[in-house]
């Protein structure tokens, strides 16, 4: 237990594009190993910590969204966290977005905590042209120079993070500033991005965070998000010009983003990355010093060093996307078109299963079944669906502490 004996929380709140996938697959994939050295993930899936940080950010749910509602998924997150006997890790790298009412709200939810906000921040010169490819899987058609132009005009204005969402996600000091009205310097945590962006090494530094071995977790099926090249991204920025306008985001999210771009685009290996302009470099290494001297004086506690924060000149020539040929193009929608075709036909006629019956023993299958009576679809359906009263609230951190108990199996 933490010195005061309270429930220590880790607060992850971002940055996007900072290793955030990374490091939540890493936690995910070793809940159990967590677990064993007193840290609980709360929720079920890493989903849950999603959706609660829509919740805690007042995201409207379009009509269209086949979701279950996400209101009041904060309240049963967070009292979940509470509720863990040593250590819990909360992790939404949108919670950097956060406003200051929102923040005020989530610190008074887990003011019962010994509450520690980590933020992970990376070096400004390769974060945005890996903010520009995001918002283009997000359905955007912004060119990549004209969106550039568009963050820097906004850079200076008093409203910017009113006005842009990428200054809303990374107004870095902004936001630890907001944060660290209701938790010491002491509690706020900057972890700097590895020069190389290594997983491994990200991990090793979220770890020390935490206060645990980073050799206990088993890391070999977790892989960093890949970026796209440059013809893959700019064939999907002009497939998106394409789209029809009634096309729902959640489809798009769903078959677009997470099908075409980050499963069938993303491994075309050998492409040519994207870079920032020449005549752009110099603002970027200002506005990242901005940064660095800014924890610096807040006396934050920095794990890593803050010069990997510092841009550095690119290695190769600059091309813009608008500049690919398109025979590039081309060959990117051709493999991506030939990938998506031989899914859908393995979806429709999937291989024939075998006869034999699958039996489980009995305690498993009991297991299961108590699994399926509490934590099945129609179960979370309906308790989501009436997550705004506060007594269902409550009984949904009753059904995670009977579900997650410790030594209780999952199936």
């Given amino acids: 237990m933490p010195p005061s004996g309270r429930t220590r929380v880790y607060l992850h709140i971002g940055e996007p594009k900072t290793g955030t996938t990374f490091l939540q697959q890493a936690m995910w994939a070793n809940r159990s190993r967590l677990a064993r050295h007193g840290i609980v993930l709360p929720g079920q899936v890493h989903r849950d910590h999603f ?53 005020e709200r989530g610190a008074r939810t887990l003011a019962a905590a010994d509450l520690h906000v980590v933020c992970t921040v990376r070096d400004f010169g390769s974060l945005l042209p890996a903010e520009w490819q995001e918002t283009i899987k997000c359905r955007a ?17 008093p409203d910017r993070t009113a006005r842009s969402l990428f200054w809303r996600m990374h107004d870095t000091l902004s936001a630890l500033r907001m944060w660290s009205q209701y938790v010491a310097p002491d509690h706020v945590h900057v972890i700097a991005l590895p020069r190389d962006r290594s997983g491994d090494a990200l991990w090793v530094r979220f770890a020390s965070v935490l206060g645990i071995d980073p050799g206990e977790l088993d890391l070999s099926g977790v892989r960093p998000n890949a970026s796209l090249g440059l ?29 075409l771009a980050h499963d069938v685009l993303s491994a075309r290996p050998g492409q040519a990355r994207l870079v920032l302009p020449p005549d752009r470099e110099a603002w ?40 690919i040929p398109a025979d590039q193009m081309l060959d990117a929608a051709v493999r991506a078109a030939v990938t998506l075709t031989s899914r859908q036909f393995a979806s429709r006629y999937p291989g024939t299963r075998s006869s034999q019956p699958w039996r489980l023993p009995p305690r498993e299958m009991l297991t299961r079944l108590e699994w399926k009576v509490l934590n099945g679809p129609r179960t979370r359906r ?25 030594g209780r199996a999952r199936p």
Avoid at 232 to 258: H, T
Avoid at 388 to 405: M, Q, S
């Fill in 51 to 103: 959706r609660a940080s829509r919740d805690l950010r007042d995201i409207k749910k379009l009509p269209s969204d086949p979701a279950d509602p996400w209101v009041g998924d904060w309240d049963v997150l967070t009292g979940e966290a509470l509720s863990a006997p040593h250590a819990a890790v909360i992790s939404d790298e949108l919670l950097a977005a956060c406003t200051a009412p929102q923040v």
């Fill in 141 to 157: 058609t912004m060119g990549w120079e004209d969106w550039l132009d568009g963050i820097i005009g906004l850079e200076s204005a």
């Fill in 231 to 259: 013809p893959e991204i700019e064939f999907l920025r002009r497939m998106n010009q394409s789209l029809p306008e009634d096309l729902p985001y959640w489809f798009y999210s769903e078959k677009i983003k997470g099908d």
């Fill in 284 to 323: 970027a290494k200002e506005q990242a010093e901005l940064v660095v001297a800014g924890v610096r004086e807040a006396g934050y506690q920095v794990t890593g060093d803050l010069s990997e924060l510092l841009p550095e000149p690119a290695a190769r020539g600059y091309v813009a996307p608008a500049d």
């Fill in 382 to 406: 309906l308790l989501h669906q009436n997550s705004n009263l506060a007594a269902v609230r409550r009984l949904r951190v009753a059904i995670w502490r009977i579900l997650n108990h410790p």
